[in-house]
């Protein structure tokens, strides 16, 4: 039982286009959510996060949207560059008793081509 | 640098071995978290601690596993007897109630633990 879907398991983009990486959710009550990137070898690394009052948040190159209706997030790159290709994972976060616990998509793997 | 650290980096251990595995947090941060992430899977939560509790430790296996994080020093990951099926890589992370977000967790690099 998925909680958190990518259905994408892999994405590839020009150099300078968009990249855009999908998340699907099934819980109304995750009111957190985050996107981290990971490199072979490494720990993910946070990229962006944003919280269910809010359905836009922008850092740079980075915006993630949120659509808490179809419980659908998407983080969209712009421009992409060839540092970008990583796994990029979703993740979300409830209150409550889950407190402090992310619970993860699979991972989509990002390659920008140049 | 303030990271996250985790040691070791890689381990390798027979079957029926103990392993052990470190996280120090990073600098100012007093909640802890352990993560394992299987071959072609995605990252799976183990548990959540805090300075001499364990807050949450759903994820943990029934048996063999169990996690602490003392007074002083690291978080430690502990696998008794371990078996074939324990390989993955074990992430640390940590987080600070003064982030934009309790929720925003910095994992470190991981230990890659593999059963012979």
């Known amino acids: 039982d998925q909680q958190v879907k990518q259905n994408s398991p892999s994405l590839s983009v020009q150099e300078g286009r968009i990249s855009i990486l999908n998340c699907d959710y099934t819980?109304?009550?995750?009111?957190?959510f985050l996107w981290y990137k990971k490199y072979p070898a490494e720990g993910p690394t946070f990229l962006i996060s944003?919280?269910?009052?809010?359905d836009k948040n922008e850092d740079g190159r980075f915006t993630v949207f949120l659509n808490k209706s179809a419980k659908h997030l998407s983080l969209h790159i712009v421009p992409s560059q060839p540092g970008d290709s990583a796994v990029y994972f979703c993740?979300?976060?409830?209150?409550?008793?889950?407190?402090?616990?992310?619970?993860f998509g699979q991972g989509t793997i990002l390659t920008v081509h140049p | 640098n303030a990271g996250v650290m985790q040691n070791p980096r890689h381990l390798v251990r027979r079957r029926g071995q103990e392993a052990r595995l470190r996280c120090s947090p990073m600098?100012?941060?007093?909640?802890v978290y352990w993560y394992r992430q299987l071959p072609e899977e995605g990252l799976k939560f183990m548990v959540y601690?805090?300075?001499?509790?364990?807050?949450?430790e759903s994820g943990m296996p029934k048996e063999r596993f169990s996690a602490e994080f003392p007074k002083e020093g690291p978080s430690i990951l502990r696998i008794q007897q371990v078996v074939r099926g324990d390989s993955a890589a074990y992430f640390c992370?940590?987080?600070?109630?003064?982030?934009?977000?309790?929720?925003?967790?910095?994992f470190g690099p991981g230990t890659r633990l593999t059963v012979t």
């Open positions: 944003i919280s269910s009052i809010k």
């Open positions: 601690l805090q300075k001499e509790n364990i807050i949450d």
């Open positions: 600098k100012g941060h007093s909640h």
């Open positions: 993740a979300v976060a409830a209150g409550g008793t889950s407190y402090g616990k992310l619970t």
């Open positions: 819980n109304s009550m995750f009111d957190y």
């Open positions: 992370a940590s987080s600070s109630v003064r982030t934009p977000s309790f929720h925003e967790q910095y």
